[in-house]
């Protein structure tokens, strides 16, 4: 997974410098007056099927046919939508060429977004690598048409196929991973009708709350595009690309992953504090030094990604990250709102973010695009602190919990920032060299001091101990979505991750005030407990018990070992 989303990194990189030469910023300008749209239907029009599926009780046939069949209802509706908004959409841009745009787009648009299910379903399976190695593949074939449409003089268009190809590409592995558009899965049904009734619930919350905040996510680009020329749309969305592309890079693949994994311990506050600290740990540690280096050498980054003809672009892009790295903590916080199904208060939530956000883009408007940049900043600094109390309250963890870890990282990171920034050296000009010279300084400062703070705050071995348990072994999948260790026989197999989280409890003693009540018992695996009872007599118990906390079986109760005897 780490190898692909690397590769993925680069390509995109690399697509980005390809293409900024071979067309113009009026190109990326029109293209965008059409993309921005297409992206917020594309954005809500997942419904939060697949997250639905993921955090499902049982992965049943029942449940995903019909989450599929609902998939396909809303997704015919939202791609009609595209078509009947690119009109008016013509009219208010003054562009006569986006209703061509969108007739292009509603299919692709329709197809990743009926797919969404399916890869929930690799999701629930953990096959995250085969997902990354297949949008790798996918955007490697859309660049390529994109290059050459864009040599055979198509400007716009090329922008607008690599987004059709993309979506069809990734429609198309998705599922093939999942075996077939109605995979195999068990056909026990249970209380089937109960859980797609949950799922439904959890899907409309979800998709008013991914509405809202796409819309108002993409106001700054509408004012933008409306008060200037198509050339300061163009940098203006080249800029906020940019200053995205940290969060798509590492903070979406690690908040599937956590979704994923906590969902698996809701029935224990220790491990679901525990584990969220670790996430928000680590996606602080990975995410602030890489906002950092971009601001401090944003006109490197520019001159070899874009070319010497994007400089107005970093004025831009400085004000965008700033954006960014305060709203890092609130995207974040998702993982929560997700894994435990509080989809209602983070549908209120939103909608009170995206009126406060729409008032500062609005106000920013006012002084041109660099305006509407910092006024989406000043929006992220004042919904901060709000934004992660209203989190904390009512989940299983706490505002410390999250704000703790961000607080470090975000110190250090600007500690460093400012340090490599007043040290006076000697730089050459700006450029590759300039840009590997500060960034391996960075690095060399940032790296110890972030371990010396995880050190003194207890949290040194909590992100050693999470990537051992979590990339340290390799899983097996059944039919019915079921995880297990390899090795295991198929009547021993256990979920993935919970295997894991049994790991990481036993360091949960590194956060005070986490410590498991001294009364209770401390369970074995059903494996452990078969072969013990299969070596002890009745009413025998070997020593030493076998150790990791699970689940007892109904028929273990008389055989507890919440107090170890000693043997006689």
Known sequence: MLAANALQTVLALGSVVVLARLLKPEDFGTAAMVLVVAELVRNFNSFGLGKAFVRAERASAFLFRGLLRLGIRLNAIAAGLLLVIAVPLA??????????????????????????????????????????????????????????AALLGAEAWALVLQVAVLHTL??????????????????????GARELAQARAFVRDFTWAKLIYSGASRLDRVLVGRIAAAQ???????ARRWSLFPSEQIQQPMLSVGVSALSKVLDDRVRFRFYSRALFTGLSGAMYPVLAILFLEAESVVRILLGAGWLDVVPLLRALLIAAALRFPLLSSRALYYSEGRTKTHLRWTGFESVVTAIGVGVGAMYGAAGVAWGAAVTALILLIPGLYVCARGSRARVSDLLGPIAM?????????????????????????????????????YVPLWALGLRVTGQHTLIASSLRALIGRRATVT??????????????RHDRVRVAFDRLGRRARLLGGLRRPATAPLVTPPRLVRARDARAGPGERLWPPPRGPTRLRAGDAARSVAGPEPPT
């Open 170 to 191: 990734t429609a198309a592995g998705s599922v093939a991973l999942a075996g077939g558009i109605v995979p195999r899965l068990s056909e026990e049904i249970g209380d």
């Open 232 to 238: 300061v749309l163009g940098l203006y969305s080249a």
């Open 409 to 445: 990282s975000l110190a250090i990171a600007s500690s460093v920032a400012a340090s490599v920034s007043w040290s006076g050296l000697e730089l050459p000009a700006a450029g590759f060299s300039r840009l590997a010279i500060v960034g391996s300084a960075y690095t060399l400062l």
């Open 91 to 148: 009219w208010f841009f003054r562009e006569a060429s986006l209703p061509g745009f969108a007739a292009v787009l509603a299919l692709p648009v329709f197809l990743i977004g009926a797919t969404t299910v399916h890869r929930g379903l690799c999701a629930r399976r953990m096959h995250f690598g085969r997902l990354a190695g297949m949008k790798v593949a996918s955007a490697l074939i859309s660049f390529a048409v994109a290059a050459v």
């Open 479 to 492: 039919a019915d979505g079921a995880v297990a260790p390899d090795g295991r026989r198929p009547s021993a």
